[in-house]
Each structure stands twice: as structure tokens, then as C-alpha cells.
């Protein structure tokens, strides 16, 4: 039995991959082990979303580096995004690089590890497929409160300034039966969140099925508590969704809806293919029909071109939406991607990270803001772990996807329970447990 230990950076896309990844090499007699102590083979499911992202591993195979060579570690292998993005280039740039394996080659991932051990070959595969969605792969989950499930994969956008297009290649959907099959699988294993996950969700499809009939058959599986998914994108949004979302309590009152930029001159060259306008008419639809809901983002500052007006376009369009939170990236140059061959990286690297500091304050303010008007509101949260900052308290989280620390020594994980918000910061509300009356017995009298 070869023992494997699996490292994993990026987006959930990759979280979820990494659980195929572990159900395949299990099938395959390899033991999962829980550190590189223990393990022959070391595997990185990468990123490569900017450029900080490769730095993380190149860094990693340095550390790596002297257990291979004693011979500790036998096989080194790189996987996801960075190794499709990189492809034979990481070898020989890190000679100990065994096996380079992009997202479409998993289920050939035993045959690649094997190929190392007993011929010495090094192992690369760099194949995407059209159709791949390993629908038929249980993936491996640990215990817990939510499962993913990538219900698409790829992307077929082409937002000028992202890699995802050729690191995972081309859109395809998932068979809606089999995404509800296993949803009441998970649900049976005692899970009680989903989350559907795509590059581009809206634009799910499956013989004759759209998104929003997705939704509609995961909203009515029994006991799923909550399902949440990511992203959406502004250019198609579909409205019916959004009266799915209002009218059913397990859908849950949350929406991440990625801005990147304010400006439509910018929001053209990133080819987003919506205007300022399209995207606060959109923000005041949902507003309108789920009132209850908060909405998050992620946004680019410094993209080629951006000038000072335009990133103030960007501040504007925070200020009045008032995000609940965002994700504010500084653009990093991706190599072949649109931008990379049309536009020049033209925004000083010292005035991007000003631009990111100016929007994080921004940001912060408003979350600040936006979590205070939650004092004083009861909320049904789920507690999903202990609180990171005092383990005797735990982290839930309320239906819009907000943290909320409070103590509750009788409860567990997996549990809903009520709480008061009795104080809120940036990033996290504080609450009180409200304790449910307790149901007395009914009893029915009887007439004789
Ligand atoms: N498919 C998702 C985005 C996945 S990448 C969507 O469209 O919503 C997550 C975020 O990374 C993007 O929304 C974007 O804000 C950021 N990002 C992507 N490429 C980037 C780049 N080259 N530089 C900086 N940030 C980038
Ligand atoms: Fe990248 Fe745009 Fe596709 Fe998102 S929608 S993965 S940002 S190309
Ligand atoms: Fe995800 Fe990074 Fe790939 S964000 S899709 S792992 S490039």
C-alpha cells in the first residue's frame, strides 16, 4: 500500500477536486495519509488564478526538495490549474517534479504514479476534455456541515484578464440526476449544506435544464437544510432564480456576484460584457424580490488601463451598493491570457496596492456598517466549527452567509439554533444563544 498526502491551495473547485482525487487513488489501493512524514507520494492540487499563487508552490517544492532527494518522499506530483497553466515548464524548472497533471487527468492519475515508481518515468498530462465532469466519481468527503458539488466545469467566458479558461478548459454541465442523486446521498450521510459549484453557474445546462431547474429539484430534496453556490455572473443572471431563492427557507439568502470593476470602459476590455448600470439595475432586482439577502463580491483594481477615474468608478459603485463583503485582488498578469496579448500591465505596482488599500477601507467601513444594523436581530445560524479566536465558543453562520461567534456548550456542529446578535465587527457578529421553550408532551384526551 503507497501512502499519498494530498496539499491543496485555490478555490473550492479545487477543495471538491481534491476529494475526487483522494476516491480515485483510494480505489486504487493507495492509503491517504495526513502528513508528508508518513507519505511516499506528496501531491499539490495548485492554483495559478495570479501570480502569488505559483510562488506559494514554487516555494513549497523548496521545502520539498531534501526529502526527495534523500529519497523520503519518492514521487513528486503537481496537479490543477498551475500544472495545466505550466504544463512541462514546471519540470524543468523544479527537477523534482514527477508528475504534472492538469484537472481533466485525474482518473489517470494511479497510471501516472505508477509509471514513476516502477520505470522512473516521469508522468505529464496535459489533455482537456469536452466532456469530463467525473459524474461518476464518489468523491471522498470528510465528515462535516457542508459538501461541495461542482455541478459544471470550465469556462467558456473568456473575461480578459483570467486564466480559468485555459487551466480547465471548455464549459460542460453535469447531469442533473446525477447532481440529485448525490445531493440525497449527502443529505443521508448527515451533511447539512450543499453548495453547487461552477465558474459560471448561470450558464448551467443540461439537456433541455437551466440553472434555475436545478435549484427548484435541489430546494425540494428532504431534510437539506441549506444550499448555497458560487458564482454566478451578472451578464445572465436569471430572475427566476432569484423568486426560487425568495420562496424557498433552504435556498439560502445569499449572493456572490462578482463586480471587478466599476468603470465600463474597464468592465469592456475585461470583456464582462455588462455595463455599471446593467449591474445596479441588477443589484436593486434582487434587493427587490429577496429584501432579506446580502451580497458579496470580487473586484480588480489596477486592470491595464485603469485610470484613477475609473477606479473611482469602482469606489462609487461600492458606496452605493454597500456590499456586505468583498474580495479585492490587485490585477496580476496572467501569461496567454486576452489581456496578456492586447493590453499593456500598464498601472505601477505601487499604485495598484494603493488602489487596494483605498477599496479594502472602503470595504471595511461598509461591513462594518452592514453587520452592525444586524444587533438586536435573531437569527437561526449553523454551527460549523469552534471559533478560531476562543475554541470554548463556536462559529455559525446565518442564512446570509454570515459569521457569528457565540457560546453554546450543549450544542455541536451540524446544529441550527437560535441566536440574538448582540454585537457585530468587520468581519464577524457576536450573538447569545436563545434558548427554545422546552415542547412539553401533547396529550390527547380521549372521549370513552
Ligand atoms: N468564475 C469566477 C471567478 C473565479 S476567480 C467568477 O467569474 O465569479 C476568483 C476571482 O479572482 C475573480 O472573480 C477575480 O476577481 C479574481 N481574478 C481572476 N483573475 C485575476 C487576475 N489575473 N488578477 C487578479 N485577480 C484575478
Ligand atoms: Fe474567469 Fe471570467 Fe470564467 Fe470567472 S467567468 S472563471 S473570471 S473567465
Ligand atoms: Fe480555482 Fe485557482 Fe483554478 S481559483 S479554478 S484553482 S486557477
Not at 1 to 14: D, P, R, S
Not at 72 to 96: D, F, H, T, W, Y
Not at 108 to 129: A, N, Q
Not at 147 to 156: E, K, L, S
Request: with cysteine; proline share 4%.
Amino acid at each position: 500500500m503507497k501512502k499519498v498526502y494530498l496539499e491543496t491551495y485555490g478555490c473550492q473547485m479545487n477543495e471538491y477536486d481534491s476529494e475526487l482525487i483522494k476516491a480515485i487513488l483510494e480505489k486504487n489501493n493507495y492509503t491517504m495519509v495526513g502528513g508528508q512524514d508518513d507519505a511516499d507520494v506528496v501531491l499539490l492540487n495548485t492554483c495559478a488564478i495570479r501570480e502569488n499563487a505559483h510562488q506559494k508552490i514554487f516555494h513549497r517544492l523548496d521545502q520539498l526538495k531534501a526529502r526527495k532527494k534523500r529519497g523520503q518522499i519518492k514521487v513528486v506530483g503537481i496537479l490543477g490549474c498551475m500544472a495545466q497553466n505550466l504544463r512541462q515548464e514546471l519540470a524543468e524548472r523544479s527537477p523534482i517534479v514527477d508528475i504534472v497533471a492538469g484537472p481533466d487527468s485525474y482518473k489517470r492519475l494511479p497510471y501516472l504514479i505508477r509509471s514513476v515508481m516502477e520505470k522512473g518515468e516521469k508522468g505529464f498530462d496535459f489533455s482537456l476534455s469536452e466532456y469530463e465532469t467525473y459524474s461518476d466519481i464518489a468523491p471522498r468527503r470528510l465528515p462535516g456541515v457542508n459538501a461541495w458539488i461542482a455541478i459544471m466545469r470550465g469556462c467558456d467566458n473568456f473575461c480578459t484578464f483570467c486564466v480559468v479558461p485555459y487551466t480547465r478548459g471548455r464549459e460542460r454541465s453535469r447531469p442533473v440526476d446525477s447532481i440529485i442523486a448525490e445531493a440525497h446521498q449527502i443529505v443521508a450521510e448527515g451533511f447539512k449544506q450543499i453548495t453547487l459549484l461552477g465558474q459560471n453557474v448561470n450558464s448551467y445546462r443540461y439537456e433541455g435544464q437551466d440553472f434555475a431547474d436545478l435549484m427548484e429539484k435541489m430546494a425540494k430534496i428532504p431534510g437539506l437544510r441549506r444550499v448555497r453556490f458560487t458564482s454566478p455572473h451578472p451578464k445572465d443572471f436569471p430572475v427566476r432564480l432569484l423568486h426560487l431563492i425568495a420562496e424557498h427557507d433552504n435556498l439560502c439568502n445569499h449572493i456572490h456576484l462578482p463586480l471587478q470593476a466599476g468603470s465600463d470602459r474597464v468592465l469592456e476590455r475585461m470583456n464582462r460584457t455588462y455595463t455599471q448600470k446593467e449591474f445596479l439595475d441588477l443589484v436593486e432586482t434582487i434587493r427587490t424580490i429577496i429584501p432579506d439577502v446580502s451580497i458579496t463580491t470580487d473586484i480588480i483594481a489596477g486592470f491595464c488601463g485603469e485610470t484613477e477615474a475609473d477606479f473611482q468608478e469602482t469606489m462609487a459603485v461600492m458606496r452605493e451598493v454597500e456590499f456586505d463583503s468583498a474580495f479585492i485582488f490587485k490585477y496580476s498578469e496572467r501569461k496567454n491570457t486576452i489581456a496578456w496579448r492586447k493590453f499593456e500591465d500598464d498601472v505601477p505596482d505601487e499604485v495598484k496596492t494603493e488602489r487596494v488599500m483605498r477599496l479594502n477601507e472602503l470595504q471595511r467601513e461598509i461591513s462594518k456598517k452592514r453587520n452592525r444594523a444586524e444587533i438586536g436581530r435573531i437569527r437561526e445560524v449553523l454551527i460549523e466549527a469552534p471559533s478560531k479566536k476562543n475554541p470554548q465558543e463556536w462559529l455559525a453562520r446565518t442564512d446570509q452567509n454570515k459569521g457569528v461567534v457565540f457560546s453554546a456548550p450543549q450544542h455541536r456542529p451540524g446544529d441550527f439554533v437560535k441566536v440574538k446578535i448582540v454585537d457585530a465587527g468587520t468581519h464577524t457578529l457576536f450573538g447569545e444563544l436563545i434558548e427554545e421553550p422546552r415542547r412539553l408532551p401533547i396529550v390527547t384526551e380521549v372521549n370513552v
